[in-house]
């Protein structure tokens, strides 16, 4: 199985500042299309995971442009600039490319 | 706007079977790619398999051959088996449209 080391575990951040974490795969997501499937979510209490970011760096549908993602192959980073109050939770990145598909441990986003 | 409610038992019994309901609405599952993932306890995900649009089928090795998804494409549902359960599979499960819209996820504890 590929495995998705996600960093850091724990993000204290501020209110208006800016988060990164970082998700490596143990061998390359680009699929056989040409295509990488790697994804991002986050998990508010008491809710599902919502899709932020697909396949690297497409904002979901309603996402705000304070969420980016990028990277390539084995390295990817999603960055959120501006931290509002509804952005703080879990995170998880997913790969879909290769199955079955797996998922990073996670990294809270919390309050500084 | 695609949307899925996940219903079944939050208790079972070890040794039994887990049998779970994903009822779509707003979108067809003769489309697409449908999957059930769990979130232990502690948070590590895991994504357990998931049944095509023509019916095919794919499974976590993880899971060997205890698990099972069927649909039933006049009721535009897909259902999840996970036989000889264990306290290691007390989980939230969800069901998810690929990797895009999951539903709210239900709670299943495996204990006598």
């Known amino acids: 199985d590929v495995v998705m080391t996600q960093t850091p575990v724990s993000l204290p951040v501020s209110l208006g500042g800016q988060a990164s974490i970082s998700c490596r795969s143990s061998?390359?997501?680009?699929?056989?299309?040409?295509?990488?499937?790697l994804h991002w979510y986050l998990q508010k209490p008491g809710q599902s995971p919502q899709l932020l970011i697909y396949?690297?760096?497409n904002r979901f549908s309603g996402v705000p442009d304070r969420f980016s993602g990028s990277g390539s192959g084995t390295d990817f980073t999603l960055k959120i600039s501006r931290v509002e109050p509804e952005d703080l939770g879990d995170y998880y990145c997913?790969?879909?490319?290769?199955?079955?598909?797996?998922f990073g441990a996670g990294t809270k986003l919390e309050l500084k | 706007e695609v949307q899925l409610q996940e219903s079944g038992p939050g208790l079972v019994k070890p040794s039994q079977s887990l049998s779970l309901t994903c009822s779509v609405t707003?979108?067809?599952?003769?489309?697409?790619?449908w999957g059930w993932i769990r979130k232990f306890p502690g948070n590590k995900m895991e994504w357990m398999g998931y049944?095509?649009?023509?019916?095919?089928?794919s499974y976590n090795p993880s899971l060997k051959s205890r698990i099972s998804i069927t649909r039933d494409t006049s009721k535009n549902q897909f259902f999840l088996q996970l036989n000889s359960v264990t306290t290691e599979d007390t989980a939230t499960y969800y069901c998810?449209?690929?990797?895009?819209?999951w539903g709210q996820g239900v709670m299943v504890t495996v204990s006598s």
């Open positions: 061998q390359s997501l680009v699929h056989s299309n040409g295509n990488t499937y």
């Open positions: 998810a449209r690929d990797y895009s819209s």
């Open positions: 707003g979108y067809s599952i003769t489309s697409n790619y």
């Open positions: 049944i095509s649009y023509s019916g095919s089928t």
């Open positions: 997913l790969q879909s490319t290769h199955f079955p598909y797996t």
């Open positions: 396949r690297v760096s």
